[in-house]
Each structure stands twice: as C-alpha cells, then as structure tokens.
C-alpha cells in the first residue's frame, strides 16, 4: 500500500478514537504520523517490514507494527472494530453538523440509537435531545439551525489538503510508471481552491494505450467511470471523481490552460483570442486559416494574448484578465516572503512537542522570529494556561532566547474572546506579553448580532493584536458562526488589529474572498499555520495559497515584515495598556 493510502487509515483512526473520547495526545500523534508518513520518500510498508521505520521521529515502535498490519493486510483490525461499532452516519454528524463535535455524536447514538442527520433532525424536531445531559431547547433549536444551513451549503466539496494528497499519490504513480513528458494537477487544486468537487489531472504523452490499465492498478482506485484515448474518469477512496485529461505533448500548455480553468476565465481569454481574430481551444492556439501558434508553455499563450501571465490562483474572473491586458497584476507572495509564524501551541497546552522543538524547527526553517502562543485558561479541553503556568513559560522563553540567537521568539497566548466578548486575561497579565492572539472556541450557536458584538469588543479592547481564525469554520466538517464579517474587518482596520489567515489545511480561515476585501478595507493580514507539532509548520503553504489568491502583497502581511517593524507594531498594544 502506498504512503497515502497508509496515512489516510491512521487519520479515520483517529476521527474514530476521538468518538470514543480518547486522549487527545493519542488522536494527534496517529494524525502526526499520518503527515510524516505521507513526507516520506521511501516506502512506509517496506521500512516498517524492515524495522526501520521506528527510528524515524514522530512515528516509533506501536505506529511501525501498525503501519506493518495496514501493509499486510489493506487495514487495522482495531479501525475495523470502531466501524462495527459506529454506523457511517455518526461520523457523517461529527464531520458536517456545526456544534455536534465528537463527544455529542457518541452521545446521540449511544442514548438514542441517532446514526445519521436525517435522524438527528427528527430527534430535534421531537425534542427528545433536550432529555441527554448537557443539551436543551436551545441546544435543539441550534442543531436544527445548522442542519437547516447545511440544506443549502454544498459540504460534499473535499478540502484542498485532501485533494493535494490523491493527486500527489496518483501524479508519482503514474510518472514512476509511464514517464509522461508532461503531467500537472489542473481545476481547482492547481488554482488553489479551499476546497474541490473533483481532482482534475492532465498528461502529455505519446501514446496513451497503458494509462487505463495502469490506472486500475494504482492503490487509490475504486472504479471506473469511462474510459477513452484522451481522457480517462474514475473514482478514486474516499469517493472521489478523478478526471485525467490526455493529449499529446504539444498541445500540453494549451489542455492545462483549459482544464485549470475556472471557465469564466477561460472563456474570458477566448473571448480576447476572437478579438485579435485568433481561436483558443484546449488543443491549440490557431488563426483564422487554421494555422496554429506554438507554445511552450501557458506563459507564451498569455503573451500571444497580449498580456502578462496569470498565475492560477487568480483565474477566477474577478478583475485579473483586465489588469493583466494592463500589465500590472500584483506581485504575489512566496514562501520566502515568510519571516515568520506567530501562532503555534507546544506541550504546555494541547500541542504535542516542547517550546525548544517548535522554535528548532522553526529556525531551520529561516524564519526570522516566531511565537509561542498557547491557549489561555477557559479552554480548559486543550490544557490551557493558568495564570501562574503562563508566567512561568515567560520564563522559560526568556531563558530560551540566548539558546537561538538566530530567531527572536516572541511570548504570546492564544486569548479566549468569552460568551460576552470580555478577555480570558486581565491586562494586567497581557502587558507581559509580545504578542496576543484572540479567538472563539465557544458558544458557537449564538445570534449573528451577539456574535458580531462578542468579536467587535475584543478587537475595540486595545488588548489584542490578532483575530485568529475569525469565521470558525472547519472544512467538510463545521460551517463557520454567524458573524458579520463586513464589520469585522471595517472595525479590524480602525483599530489596527490583524486578522489572520488560519494556515491550517483544515480551516483556511478567512478564505480568500473576505481576506482579500479586508485588504482592500485597510486591515493588516496574518498569515499562521496554528501549529500543534513541529510537521505543522509545513502548513504555511496553505495559507499562502489563500494570500495569492485574494491578491496580497507583503504590505498586507504583517509577518512578511521584518523583525524591527513587527515589534514597532506591537508596541502600539502595550502603549495602550
């Protein structure tokens, strides 16, 4: 079994040991591994055989025999059990319903036989919810509000990480077989969407006779839809449609163009292409008389349109075709850009490595400075910092510093924002601190106005440098709180407060429309991967893509600046308090 095909086992474990309401140290270190598994470029199944795989950090002996049973035998007698045990619509509750979290979904279908949505609505509508521990009328009226939203929000679309992952599997299996000169994800995962319906992939090749039966042969396939010389559609685990598209090697650029899409760009440009008296198909770029332009890649096709290239994450026809014909497209961010990640938890609260671990790996990294940012005491399920542990990790950072003179870290604290929008800590506590970061954890069924108001306070507290993750969405699982986001950001910018891109995959909180509107509004941007163990950092990407995709600069960002200009910012905080 492929490394992919490993990873995503060890992650329905743990989605599985959550339900049953294990440690929360045991779920994420199965989800660490599934990462480190998925990074590796050996074989998983042939180290584990070997008795090699324990030594890598992160994974150890009890992963390496785990990993050996998944190898042997296609999956874990201990998944298999937690799938007797809970019906597929349980997790389909803890996945797609906003507040039914894992242990509420046990709840239900321990004490009321609930194993699916349509069930949990009729359990509301009778008011039978109301009978279990720690549930009510409100607790009833928010679930059936949910489920009311969840009716007219698409949740069956896959989140990008997940969709990255099946093409990263699939794109190596089929280049370490056929050797395709040409071969790149396309649709939605190549512009970077938070989330995809389907994973769309095109090869260039010469001959394409091998592709369907190799297809058939790789560890991800499920079943084929149909199947033809130039195009080959199939489902792949997790029910996924996979759409290969493939043409010979010259007309690559020009079937990448037209399957990367969206199709309201793509029809944008052929409609430049009749202007100029040209026709732009998905195999080529022709004249009138049917003379075709070569091309070696999409950048030529852009030039032949007579405009800059545009980068995928922009092809949404939102204003790029017309500032590209002008020249003067942005100049998107890059990983360098990055000089640091102010939003990370360590052991101290519910992360899974030391301080020292997380600021190591952070400097090989090349970040200039980073963070420490664990959770504050009301959030008392992920272990958070009382006031007397808080101080003695300023302590410790304090020590910490002369040890890695390369990285300034800077002592901070992801804030509880509480029901009434006051802070988790008095500013008196605050002003020991470098950095604050504030966010909702709780109470996420409460009216639009109240929640809107409960944010508002936070941000017009003159204690706070960072809205972290300001909708609470978690994607293909939660839909975000009721907020008015258009306030938000309005009252983010007259208080100089940061909003941040949540960088971890599965959030991408805010996305890319309301971050690049609070750009266009005057608030700063934040990019941080929420990290909860050293792999995590690798997450920046993903906040990345979200940044290019609603057309950020570095003047946006506030943690592409440089050290001596970020504290100047923060000082603004401490001024205050």
Same mark, same amino acid.
């Given at each position: 079994m492929a490394n992919a095909g490993i990873a995503a086992i060890f992650r329905e474990f743990a989605e599985f040991l959550e339900l049953k309401g294990e440690n929360p140290f045991k779920i994420r270190a199965y989800r660490r591994a599934a990462d480190i598994l998925e990074d590796l470029n050996e074989d998983a199944a042939e180290l584990a055989r070997e008795g090699q795989l324990k030594n890598i950090q992160g994974i150890g002996k009890a992963m390496e025999e785990k990993t050996r049973e998944i190898a042997d035998t296609g999956t874990l007698e201990a998944l298999e059990d937690l799938r007797a045990e809970y019906p597929p619509g349980v997790m389909d509750m803890m996945r797609r319903v906003p507040g039914i979290g894992p242990k509420t979904a046990s709840l239900v279908f321990r004490r009321l036989g609930v194993a699916g949505i349509d069930q949990l609505e009729e359990a509301a509508r009778s008011g039978k919810l109301r009978t279990l521990p720690g549930m009510g009328q409100k607790s009833e009226e928010n679930i059936l509000i949910a489920i009311e939203k969840l009716k007219k929000e698409d949740m069956t679309r896959i989140p990008l990480v997940i969709a990255d992952r099946l093409c990263a599997s699939l794109i190596n299996f089929i280049s370490s077989h056929v050797g395709p000169s040409e071969i790149s994800a396309a649709g939605s995962v190549r512009r970077r969407k938070e989330t995809c319906g389907d994973v769309d992939v095109v090869l260039g090749i010469d001959d394409s006779s091998r592709i369907s039966d190799l297809i058939r042969s790789w560890s991800g396939f499920l079943s084929m839809n149909s199947s033809n010389e130039d195009r080959v559609v199939f489902t792949a685990g997790g029910d996924v449609e996979v759409d290969i598209s493939i043409v010979k090697p010259e007309e690559f650029p020009f079937a990448l163009l037209s399957?990367?899409?969206?199709?309201?760009?793509?029809?944008?440009?052929?409609?430049?292409?009749? !202007? %100029?008296?040209?026709?732009? #198909? !998905? +195999?080529? %770029?022709? !004249?009138?008389?049917?003379?075709?332009?070569?091309?070696?890649?999409?950048?030529?096709?852009?030039?032949?349109?007579?405009?800059?290239?545009?980068?995928?994450?922009? &092809?949404?026809?939102?204003?790029?075709?017309?500032?590209? %014909?002008? /020249? /003067?497209?942005?100049?998107?961010?890059?990983?360098?850009?990055?000089?640091?990640?102010? +939003?990370? +938890?360590?052991?101290?609260?519910?992360? #899974?490595?030391?301080?020292?671990?997380?600021?190591?790996?952070?400097?090989?990294?090349?970040?200039?400075?980073?963070?420490?940012?664990?959770?504050?005491?009301?959030?008392?399920?992920?272990?958070?910092?009382?006031?007397? !542990?808080?101080?003695?990790?300023?302590?410790?950072? &304090? &020590?910490?510093?002369? &040890?890695?003179?390369?990285? +300034?870290?800077?002592?901070?604290?992801?804030?509880?924002?509480?029901?009434?929008?006051? %802070?988790?800590?008095?500013?008196?506590?605050?002003?020991?601190?470098?950095i604050v970061v504030a966010s909702v954890h709780s109470a996420f069924g409460q009216p639009e106005d109240v929640m809107t108001s409960r944010i508002v306070k936070a941000i017009q507290s003159g204690s706070v440098d960072i809205i972290a993750h300001p909708t609470g969405r978690v994607l293909g699982r939660r839909l975000g709180y009721d907020v008015d986001m258009d306030t938000v950001i309005q009252e983010a910018a007259r208080h100089n407060v940061a909003l941040e891109i949540n960088a971890y995959p599965e959030r991408m909180d805010l996305d890319s429309v309301w971050a690049r509107k609070a750009a266009e509004a005057g608030a700063y941007i934040v990019i941080n991967t929420d990290s909860h163990n050293t792999n995590e950092l690798r997450f920046m990407s993903y906040g990345l893509d979200v940044a290019r995709r609603a057309w950020l600069e570095q003047s946006h960002v506030i943690n592409t600046w440089p050290l001596s200009k970020l504290q100047a910012w923060l000082k603004r905080r401490r001024m205050r308090v």
């Open positions: 399957t990367t899409g969206s199709k309201l760009h793509y029809n944008g440009l052929k409609s430049i292409a009749s !202007r %100029l008296g040209l026709k732009l #198909t !998905r +195999h080529g %770029l022709f !004249r009138e008389k049917g003379e075709s332009l070569d091309a070696g890649d999409e950048a030529d096709i852009y030039e032949a349109l007579g405009m800059e290239y545009i980068p995928p994450e922009l &092809r949404e026809m939102t204003g790029e075709i017309e500032v590209a %014909l002008e /020249r /003067r497209l942005p100049r998107l961010l890059v990983a360098e850009d990055i000089r640091g990640d102010l +939003h990370m +938890h360590t052991n101290w609260s519910d992360g #899974t490595e030391s301080v020292e671990s997380m600021v190591e790996a952070a400097q090989a990294l090349g970040y200039e400075y980073v963070a420490i940012t664990d959770h504050s005491k009301s959030l008392k399920v992920a272990r958070g910092l009382s006031e007397t !542990r808080l101080f003695k990790q300023l302590e410790i950072l &304090r &020590r910490l510093r002369d &040890r890695f003179p390369g990285i +300034h870290v800077l002592s901070g604290i992801e804030l509880e924002i509480l029901k009434d929008g006051n %802070l988790d800590y008095p500013d008196t506590v605050l002003s020991h601190l470098d």
